[in-house]
């Protein structure tokens, strides 16, 4: 099957290659991320296959299916960037990865979290400049903390396996509450009592209609003071602007982010040579105990190796007009 990817990165050309190797489907990768001025791109292909940042829109959708487009694979897990009732209007199927590897995320909240407590970056920047002090790098053990966990699926419940190895209380909030983590020792609470009573909460529930600015200026006001927020879920879960606000009235001590509300204007790129515009980003960068990456949390080579796997095993199945066990349906 004739495959076209959008914002195409080396390491998905050489992922996907790789899965690819005996030429069964053909791929075109294409650089630029899919919106209404590139859709025109995926002329002449079945399939469409795109990451977090491509915004399948109703008006992307029609150009897509005037193009003929009949499948868009996407290469990840969420899928709050497609419109599916578009696509369903037209017939284009929509297929995701819905698991690849939750320890990839899980193990990139805790990095965050470390390295914000412990400051290892900068530590290893004051090194490299011959400053050898210890001044202001002081942390605190998790050994004993709370960490309130919102959304416990797959990263979530890898999440709160590790930070239980670290000896912490874990207080989670999800609607569907697990057994098998209950029995692991976590208590379920309602939201407000996650808020209120942890030391570090971490963010791990898909980005809904519910859960969009989930974290906002009241949330913030009920968090102990001096608390530490992880977002590796979705930007949007968070209102930036009020989290703005709560590190500078010192509400929020710690605030580690994979992901950002603005990102697909800037994750994924290197803009070291251009003027940034987005105002909000350059505030958080201002602020010593932000730390930010961008949306790297699944970049691991097992995270990389099983979404080319499945991605390839949904186009297949398409093609070959199998039951579709990871499509996702307009309801
Ligand atoms: P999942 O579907 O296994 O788990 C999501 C959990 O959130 C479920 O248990 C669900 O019941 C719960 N939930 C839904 N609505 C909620 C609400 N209002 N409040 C609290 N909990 C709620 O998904 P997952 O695989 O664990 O992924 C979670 C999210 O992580 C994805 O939706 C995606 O946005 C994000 N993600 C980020 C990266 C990254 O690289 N940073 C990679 C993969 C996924």
Same mark, same amino acid.
């Given at each position: 099957? !004739?495959?076209?990817?959008?914002?195409?990165?080396?390491?998905?050309?050489?992922?996907?290659?790789?899965?690819?190797?005996? /030429?069964?489907h053909?791929f075109?990768?294409?650089?630029?991320?899919?919106?209404?001025?590139?859709? =025109?791109?995926?002329?002449?292909?079945?399939?469409?296959?795109?990451?977090?940042n491509?915004k399948?829109?109703? @008006?992307t959708?029609?150009?897509l299916?005037?193009n003929?487009i009949k499948?868009?694979?996407?290469?990840c897990?969420?899928?709050?960037?497609?419109d599916?009732? =578009?696509?369903?209007?037209?017939?284009? !199927? *929509? *297929?995701?990865?819905?698991a690849?590897? %939750?320890e990839?995320v899980?193990e990139?909240a805790?990095?965050?979290? $470390?390295?914000?407590?412990?400051?290892?970056?900068? =530590?290893?920047?004051?090194? +490299?400049?011959?400053?050898?002090?210890? &001044?202001?790098?002081?942390?605190?053990?998790l050994?004993?903390?709370? *960490?309130?966990?919102?959304g416990?699926?797959?990263? /979530?419940q890898?999440?709160?396996?590790i930070?239980?190895?670290?000896?912490?209380?874990? $207080?989670?909030?999800? !609607?569907?509450?697990?057994?098998?983590m &209950?029995?692991?020792?976590?208590?379920?609470?309602?939201?407000? @009592?996650?808020?209120?009573q942890?030391d570090?909460?971490?963010?791990?529930? %898909?980005?809904l209609?519910?859960?969009?600015?989930?974290?906002?200026?009241?949330?913030?006001?009920?968090?102990?003071?001096g608390?530490?927020?992880?977002?590796t879920? +979705?930007?949007?879960?968070?209102?930036?602007?009020?989290?703005i606000?709560a $590190?500078?009235?010192?509400?929020?001590?710690?605030? /580690?982010?994979?992901?950002?509300?603005?990102?697909?204007k800037?994750?994924?790129?290197?803009?070291?040579?251009?003027?940034?515009?987005?105002?909000?980003?350059? +505030? $958080?960068?201002?602020? %010593?105990? *932000?730390?930010?990456?961008?949306?790297?949390?699944?970049?691991?080579?097992?995270?990389?190796?099983?979404?080319?796997?499945?991605?390839?095993?949904?186009?297949?199945?398409?093609?070959?007009?199998?039951?579709?066990?990871? @499509?996702?349906?307009?309801?």
């Amino acid at each position: 099957m !004739k495959v076209a990817f959008f914002s195409t990165k080396s390491y998905d050309k050489e992922y996907f290659d790789r899965v690819n190797s005996n /030429g069964h489907h053909q791929f075109t990768y294409f650089d630029a991320a899919l919106n209404p001025a590139t859709a =025109a791109l995926a002329k002449g292909h079945t399939a469409i296959c795109l990451f977090v940042n491509d915004k399948a829109d109703k @008006e992307t959708i029609e150009q897509l299916s005037a193009n003929k487009i009949k499948l868009i694979a996407l290469r990840c897990a969420g899928f709050n960037n497609v419109d599916l009732e =578009a696509a369903a209007k037209k017939n284009i !199927k *929509v *297929v995701r990865v819905p698991a690849y590897s %939750p320890e990839a995320v899980a193990e990139h909240a805790v990095a965050l979290i $470390l390295t914000l407590n412990r400051k290892t970056h900068k =530590a290893y920047n004051r090194i +490299r400049e011959g400053n050898f002090s210890l &001044e202001k790098l002081i942390g605190y053990n998790l050994h004993g903390k709370t *960490v309130g966990v919102i959304g416990t699926g797959k990263i /979530g419940q890898a999440f709160c396996r590790i930070m239980l190895g670290f000896g912490c209380k874990i $207080l989670a909030y999800d !609607k569907f509450p697990s057994e098998e983590m &209950e029995k692991a020792g976590v208590l379920y609470q309602q939201l407000n @009592e996650v808020l209120s009573q942890s030391d570090i909460i971490s963010l791990h529930c %898909p980005l809904l209609p519910e859960t969009h600015h989930l974290i906002n200026k009241k949330a913030f006001e009920k968090m102990k003071k001096g608390v530490m927020l992880i977002n590796t879920s +979705r930007g949007a879960v968070i209102d930036t602007a009020d989290a703005i606000e709560a $590190l500078k009235n010192e509400q929020l001590g710690y605030f /580690g982010i994979d992901v950002y509300e603005q990102e697909e204007k800037l994750f994924f790129r290197d803009l070291s040579e251009e003027i940034i515009a987005d105002d909000m980003i350059s +505030r $958080l960068i201002s602020f %010593p105990n *932000v730390l930010i990456t961008s949306h790297q949390g699944f970049l691991t080579k097992e995270a990389l190796e099983q979404i080319a796997m499945v991605t390839l095993e949904n186009i297949s199945d398409f093609e070959k007009d199998k039951n579709l066990q990871n @499509e996702i349906r307009y309801q």
